[in-house]
């Protein structure tokens, strides 16, 4: 059965191709989940939170042949059991078990933002991806792939057949023209 977010996609073929998708390598998702969770009760969530990231870079990956599909669906589910871990290790963290409930309710987070900066922070972060959408395509993919999958320089390079040197240049550039646009913008980056 395919998770109930491929069903609300709008586009029927789009809707097919990540059914393929799911079919075709959930073995593959559910073997790399489980070897960095190692609990399989949660393998099916990630592989759903994989799914989902998937669904917004579609029309990235409708494009990529077999083996860089293959590489991206990969590093997506590492990506995604990662963040599993380290979420889980913050909240393990912050728990402190009495013997009737959780004291860790009771006391205050001082570290945590306040409801303006989350404004901030979010107002920030769409100025952000606005400089994103600005640069080239494979110029955004080079960033989404370091950045967002953590990926090497050298398995970029790989999936765009260009050498490691081409790939550090070009996340030089990218990122210099990123500051440059929120610069633009009247943020004060450094």
């Known amino acids: 059965m395919y998770p109930v977010i491929i069903m609300f996609i709008e586009d029927d073929r789009d809707r097919k191709f990540m059914e393929q998708l799911y079919e075709e390598y959930y073995l593959l998702m559910r073997k790399k989940a489980y070897e960095i969770v190692m609990d399989d009760s949660v393998v099916d969530d990630i592989i759903n939170d994989t799914i989902i ?36 290790s913050r909240h393990n963290k912050r728990m402190f078990y009495g013997l009737d409930n959780d004291l860790s309710e009771t006391i205050e987070d001082t570290e945590a933002p306040q409801p303006d900066e989350f404004v901030i922070i979010g107002e920030e972060i769409d100025e952000l991806g606005k400089a994103i959408s600005r640069l080239s395509e494979i110029d955004q993919e080079i960033l989404f792939y370091k950045y967002n999958l953590e990926m090497s320089t050298t398995d970029i390079a790989s999936i765009f057949n260009i050498s490691k040197d081409n790939v550090c240049k070009r996340l030089q550039r990218a990122r210099q023209r990123v500051l440059k646009e929120l610069k633009k913008a009247g943020h004060n980056v450094e």
């Open 53 to 88: 990231r998937l669904i917004k870079y579609i029309d990235t990956i409708k494009k990529l042949e077999c083996h860089k599909l293959t590489s991206y669906i990969v590093y997506t589910v590492r990506s995604v059991s990662i963040d599993f871990i380290n979420k889980k």
